[in-house]
């Protein structure tokens, strides 16, 4: 049988072309997330940054320990305690100290993560002066990179400051150095100090204290994000590793169609073999050993390809600003041997059931179904279809009923897409003749036959028709399902924020001075608020931190609207705290153990539960259980009979607060799109429309070399070049638009499931299918379409006339 495999891979060529060319960009793709996968998994040895040339860091106690039954659970503090004078002093009789201070700097214009420190200590990195000179004055500032220049004035929530000098960009930071007493003025607690001196001698002077003595590689603690390397690695990984995912799947899809088409169209072939004497087995034989020629060739070749693309795939992450300037791809010997050997796999595993399909076909029926496609829904794919439609249907039930908030987590939306997708792939042959029909009516409406005939051929060809509408399906089904996710979640974020606001302004103050002016403004109820953090210990075992709110208990029902489904915020105090439903506790009048921001353990009573929502919710502490936290959220509420014009006035008018009204508000605090999530996002989709380009001009060209004499005989009875090229370009069209309905169905189903979680979750239900993307989507395969199909079709309809 080999020699009869060679020579139909001979005589056949450019039908197995086209499953080489599907399996090839496969193999690559996950040789260069294999790559980067394994790159990410291995994070280089940690080197201080900010602290590099500092000899001794001293840091306050910012790991909170609580011991459980199965060992001590650590976590980070949010609000580490500052170092006491005491310690200070100690420190001062042991040589020079210089206090470090971190905060965020926010300049009208400027990019988004800056940081604020004393100059005194840019030498421990060390910065260097490019333009300008240090800072003097308490106006003056030095700014890190090439975003500003000497002179500009840069407007802040704390004022206007002028730059008066440049230093290098280090890469790990975008830094605003001010003086060291305007530093102190702006974040007045001190966590940490660099300390020039003997450690040993630091060791003695702090023996009684409970702070951190970092040096050598521990100084990288001290920087402002310890792990920034291990959570951008994780990140990638995670990035790389979905988009592996959904490479292998729709080259699974994509591979599979392509050869099922393939064997298809060899149905008179076979016969004929059948009829000479082959046996089922050697038919069978012959097409797997085909498909296994194919698959150690293409995959062999997408290795070579995938070792060449890899290094680019490295610094598009890189220059993305996604990854650290020193990471890498390459090296690694397991990803090609993953690949290579996943490739050889699919490209067996999809010639698989088609081989059965050809070897149990009897040479009479192989030669009588040749001319017309009849069984194009098999017993064994009817049952596959339908029962991962059934799981589809049942984990999303599943989830509603059991765990809701599971919907909004975007490695649920990514993932679960693809069953669903699969399933109607599998029973699209039953879907798309009455869909074809459907869709082509108003063509048939159109002077000529040609309308009929496109309609008449897409519905007779429906194994040809199933694998150009499948590519589609899954292209406009992962565009609605990866683009309308993020965006429904958005769309009921804003929407909760919208319902729960109910101040009439929001003013986000720049330090506690201005927020306390706030407080003075006549005609007006206002409501501070500042940022804090709680952890708890779930089933004893778990350490569990959580982002809450610290109030003023009275104000905060004049400004808010909060979703509460038992007890009172009114009886919240000291002693007690608001949760949501998330929590393990979260009955009103139960007691929870929490460690506060500083690691202060406090037992509170629940005054209040609240619905979970989008997530956005959190819990509500008074400011005496929030140690150290700043107020950056001013609500106010204008008071019955008093002037809104003036009290708007009066808000403006305060130095160092920036107020929005209430919609403007909701507007500035809609979530933005993660950036490595929306990276991940476009990768996936660029990879699927790939593969439906692959797949169209595949299908189109295979087919193409089968429809000769029926395109002669439209010739024949007086069709022209023109009518022919319509003819195509409509069929092609049709089949499009049939595949991007079964894709758009399965996106509303998709999003139906998640704004149906939203409902359980007692936020707004939204639905956002991502319309202009997928218009954008559906015009690019309709293109694709019609010109491969222009181009194949008719070209070969001319030589055969």
């Known amino acids: ?314 610094d598009l992450v890189v220059d993305a600003g996604l990854a650290p300037a020193w990471f890498t791809v390459g090296g690694r010997a397991w990803p090609y041997h993953a690949a290579f050997w996943t490739g050889v796999t699919v490209a067996v595993g999809g010639a698989v059931a088609a081989s059965w399909r050809a070897g149990r076909t009897a040479p009479s029926q192989a030669l009588r179904e040749a001319s017309v496609d009849a069984g194009t829904l098999p017993l064994g794919r009817r049952v596959c279809g339908a029962a991962l439609l059934l799981t589809a249907v049942a984990t999303l039930a599943y989830s509603l009923l059991a765990d809701p908030g599971d919907l909004l987590h975007r490695k649920t939306y990514v993932s679960r897409p693809m069953l669903l997708i699969t399933a109607v792939a599998l029973l699209s042959p039953a879907l798309i003749r009455p869909l074809v029909r459907l869709v082509s009516w108003p063509a048939t409406r159109l002077r000529g036959a040609v309308g009929l005939l496109a309609r008449e051929n897409a519905s007779a060809s429906l194994r040809r028709t199933a694998s150009l509408a499948a590519p589609v399906l899954v292209t406009v089904a992962l565009s609605g399902s990866l683009l309308g996710a993020p965006a429904t979640l958005a769309e009921a974020r804003a929407r909760e924020a919208r319902q729960q606001t109910t101040a009439d302004f929001v003013v986000r103050p720049s330090d506690p001075a201005s927020a306390a002016r706030l407080k003075d403004v006549p005609g007006a109820d206002v409501s501070a608020s500042a940022p804090t953090v709680l952890h708890t210990l779930e089933d004893g075992v778990a350490l569990v931190k959580s982002e809450a709110r610290a109030v003023d208990p009275t104000l905060l029902s004049a400004t808010a609207r909060l979703p509460v489904v038992s007890g009172r915020l009114a009886d919240l105090d000291d002693g007690s705290i608001v949760v949501t439903e998330e929590w393990a506790r979260h009955r009103a009048g139960e007691k929870v153990r929490v460690w506060l921001a500083d690691g202060t353990p406090r037992t509170l009573r629940i005054a209040a539960v609240l619905a979970v929502g989008t997530g956005a919710n959190g819990a509500y502490v008074t400011p005496a259980n929030a140690p150290g936290a700043v107020v950056d959220r001013v609500d106010v509420r204008v008071r019955a009979g008093a002037d809104r014009a003036a009290v708007e006035s009066a808000l403006r008018a305060v130095d160092g607060a920036r107020t929005f009204t209430g919609e403007q508000w909701v507007r500035a605090a809609r979530p933005a799109a993660n950036r490595a999530a929306r990276v991940g996002v476009f990768l996936v989709l660029g990879i699927a429309v790939l593969y439906t380009t692959i797949a169209l001009v595949n299908t189109l060209l295979m087919a193409a070399s089968d429809r000769g004499r029926e395109l002669a005989s439209l010739r024949l009875t007086g069709a022209t070049r023109a009518q022919l090229l319509r003819l195509t370009a409509l069929e092609a069209l049709v089949v499009v638009i049939a595949g991007a309905v079964l894709g758009l169905l399965v996106t509303l189903v998709d999003l139906s499931g998640m704004s149906a979680a939203l409902r359980l979750l007692s936020a707004p239900p939204v639905l956002s299918p991502p319309w202009a993307a997928l218009g954008a989507v559906t015009a690019v395969c309709a293109l694709l379409a019609v010109l491969a199909s222009a181009a194949a079709l008719a070209a070969r309809a001319g030589r055969k006339a």
């Open 1 to 314: 049988m080999l020699s009869v495999t060679l020579a139909g891979l001979r005589a056949r060529w450019v039908t197995f072309l086209g499953a080489f060319v599907a399996l090839v960009p496969a193999v690559a793709l996950l040789v260069v997330m294999g790559q980067a996968v394994a790159a990410s998994l291995q994070a280089p040895e940690r080197v201080p940054e900010r602290f590099a040339a500092a000899p001794v860091v001293v840091r306050a106690q910012d790991t909170l320990r609580v011991p459980t039954p199965t060992g001590v659970r650590t976590s980070g503090l949010a609000t580490p305690r500052p170092l006491s004078a005491e310690t200070l002093t100690a420190l001062r009789a042991s040589g020079r100290v210089t206090e470090d201070r971190a905060f965020p700097v926010r300049v009208d214009g400027g990019p988004g993560d800056l940081v604020g420190h004393p100059w005194p200590t840019a030498r421990f990195a060390p910065y260097r002066l490019n333009e300008g000179r240090p800072p003097q004055s308490s106006h003056e500032v030095v700014v890190t990179g090439n975003w500003s220049s000497p002179g500009a004035q840069l407007r802040t929530l704390q004022g206007t400051f002028e730059v008066v000098g440049l230093a290098g960009d280090l890469g790990f930071e975008r830094a605003v150095f001010f003086t060291a007493a305007q530093a102190a003025a702006l974040a007045p607690r001190t966590v940490q100090a660099v300390v020039e001196a003997d450690p040993s001698a630091v060791r003695d002077a702090l023996a009684r204290t409970d702070v951190r003595i970092l040096t050598g590689a521990d100084r990288a603690d001290a920087d402002a994000v310890p792990d920034r390397q291990a959570e951008e690695l994780t990140a990638l990984n995670a990035l790389f590793g979905t988009a592996g995912g959904v490479t292998a799947f729709v080259s699974v899809f994509v591979v599979a169609s392509t050869f099922a088409f393939t064997v298809a169209g060899r149905r008179r072939e076979f016969g004929l073999l059948r009829m000479a004497g082959a046996t089922a087995g050697q038919v069978r034989r012959t097409v797997l050993t085909e498909a296994l020629l194919i698959g150690v060739l293409a995959s062999a070749a997408g290795c070579a390809l995938g070792a060449y693309a890899a290094p680019y795939a490295a």
